[in-house]
């Protein structure tokens, strides 16, 4: 890399999916915690990206607003259940995530994971072979933990990076998983492998030293029979916090702003912004609003919790399950105090939004409540201080200590145990109540940690690391 971060090769991504949607025929970019951490890096390195799409015959090598050269891998259906709705959404993502749904182990599924990283490296093998110049190659997630050996078997000297943007398990929940070698194995044949936090990377340190006999783990290092060298490094991601800033601003969030006070008026809003997880702790939450109303008679109509649930993963039984114990729920809620003639306590909305209206939801929240039960980072509650940050400078996060950006945030969010539905209603009313002298200095300096920490400063150091040119600190 020279120093202005420019590598001195192309760059090669690979991602589970393309970072696309096609929408009444015309292909966009998506959304999504992955996609919105890549996009401006993209946008600035550039290179070409791998990844499955659904219509991989029909995807364009282009598309407006990525700067990206895209390559698809066609999957057969068969195969996606197997491997995209079996081992990663119903195995690994449960597993990863400390078991807050019981992961399923299916032989078939294994078998089918193997044979999609198969699909992949061969894709990234024709690419490779394509390009002029040898690509360093930067795999993305738990989708592909295989693939690092598959590559490194048939290219000796190339430079393979792997981020996880899910946490690691402690061992003894990774050791439940009956491929657990090979999978150690197929991540180790990177050169450096990137983690949200010295949690997760310390985790992942002591399931190589359980499970890998011959490997060696001398600090971030993990020294091979063969002489290799694998760094294990934490790498928090982030958001391009200027950009955000600016979408904060922006004229066109103003008027959205003034559309939702008006429909909000003379009422606090808490809001949440998750994907349809069960890892978001979306049920927790609501129980604990509705304990708050319960226990707070003079707070009924006082406030509205607003909950932006995007669809997510609607193939997966956990998740279709999941819709429809979240909706029973905001329907019990709603059923049981709202008054006649008056808005309802809770505004369900299970769609995406686009990102305008996503900022000014930003805005009018008196407090954001990001409490999942557990999360790689969480780029909302940074988003958030941001956006704020860059407005008014006011607002309250309230954050579950079990996801990454708690680690960064420490005291300046209203921590919370998302498990602990009492203790959570309190703290909601505690952050409602919260004064905005401190309000500010929170905000100011949870923004200033993503500052000084932005999207550019991730993929600065993951690229580092990968070709080995990181600075020490
Ligand atoms: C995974 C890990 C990790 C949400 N709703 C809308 C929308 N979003 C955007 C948000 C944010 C992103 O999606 C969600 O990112 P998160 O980080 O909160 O969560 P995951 O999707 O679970 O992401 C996570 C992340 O990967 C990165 O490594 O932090 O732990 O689980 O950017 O703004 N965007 C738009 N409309 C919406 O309705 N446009």
């Known amino acids: 890399m020279d120093e202005a971060g420019r590598l001195d090769a192309p760059l090669l991504l690979v991602a589970n999916r393309l970072p696309l949607a096609r929408q009444r025929g015309v292909w966009r970019p998506s959304s999504g915690g992955l996609v919105t951490a890549l996009t401006p890096v993209v946008a600035r390195v550039g290179g070409s990206w791998v990844g499955w799409d659904e219509d991989a015959q029909g995807v364009p090598s282009r598309v407006e607003g990525l700067n990206v050269d895209l390559h698809a891998v066609d999957l057969d259906p068969a195969l996606v259940e197997g491997y995209y709705h079996g081992f990663t959404n119903r195995t690994l993502w449960p597993l990863f995530h400390d078991l807050v749904v019981q992961p399923v182990i299916d032989r078939s599924w294994w078998r089918s994971y193997e044979t999609v990283t198969r699909r992949?490296?061969?894709?990234?093998?024709?690419?490779?072979?394509?390009?002029?110049?040898?690509?360093?190659?930067?795999?993305?997630?738990?989708?592909?933990?295989?693939?690092?050996?598959?590559?490194?078997?048939r290219f000796p000297d190339l430079r393979i990076g792997m981020f996880l943007h899910t946490p690691f398990p402690a061992p003894e929940l990774f050791a439940r998983l009956p491929w657990r070698e090979s999978l150690l194995g197929g991540m180790l044949a990177a050169d450096s492998l990137g983690f949200h936090t010295t949690q997760y990377r310390d985790n992942f340190l002591r399931t190589v030293q359980r499970?890998?006999?011959?490997?060696?783990?001398?600090?971030?290092?993990i020294m091979r029979e063969d002489g290799r060298r694998v760094r294990a490094l934490s790498h928090p991601i982030s958001i391009d916090a200027e950009d955000f800033g600016a979408l904060a601003r922006d004229p066109a969030t103003d008027t959205e702003v003034t559309a939702l006070?008006?429909?909000?008026?003379?009422?606090?809003?808490?809001?949440?912004?998750?994907?349809?997880?069960?890892?978001?702790?979306?049920?927790?939450?609501l129980q604990a609003l509705e304990l708050l109303l319960e226990q707070r008679p003079h707070l009924r109509g006082r406030f509205v919790f607003v909950q932006i649930a995007v669809p997510s993963r609607d193939d997966v039984e956990e998740y279709r399950r999941l819709r429809t114990q979240v909706e029973t729920e905001v329907g019990r809620i709603n059923g049981r105090f709202t008054e006649p003639g008056h808005d309802v306590p809770v505004h369900y909305l299970h769609r995406s939004i686009d990102r305008t209206r996503l900022a000014a939801y930003y805005r009018i929240a008196d407090v954001m409540c990001v409490t999942p039960l557990k999360d790689g980072m969480n780029l909302v509650a940074k988003e958030f201080v941001t956006v704020r940050d860059a407005t008014d400078g006011d607002g309250v996060l309230l954050?579950?200590?079990?996801?990454?950006?708690?680690?960064?945030?420490?005291?300046?969010?209203?921590?919370?145990?998302?498990?602990?539905?009492?203790?959570?209603?309190?703290?909601?009313e505690r952050a409602l109540e919260l004064a905005p002298e401190d309000r500010r200095e929170r905000i100011a300096r949870m923004a200033q940690v993503v500052r000084d920490?932005?999207?550019?400063?991730?993929?600065?150091?993951?690229?580092?690391?990968?070709?080995?040119?990181?600075h020490p600190g």
């Open 211 to 221: 499970i890998i006999p011959d490997a060696t783990v001398l600090g971030d290092s």
């Open 261 to 285: 006070r008006e429909q909000f008026e003379g009422r606090k809003v808490l809001l949440g912004v998750d994907r349809l997880d069960y890892t978001k702790g979306i049920r927790h939450r």
């Open 453 to 470: 920490n932005d999207v550019f400063r991730w993929v600065g150091d993951e690229l580092a690391a990968i070709t080995g040119e990181e």
């Open 120 to 153: 992949f490296a061969d894709k990234v093998s024709e690419v490779i072979a394509a390009s002029p110049q040898r690509p360093v190659v930067w795999i993305q997630d738990y989708h592909l933990l295989l693939l690092p050996q598959l590559l490194r078997d």
């Open 399 to 428: 954050l579950s200590e079990f996801c990454g950006t708690a680690h960064e945030f420490g005291h300046d969010a209203i921590r919370c145990n998302p498990f602990d539905v009492e203790g959570l209603a309190m703290l909601m």
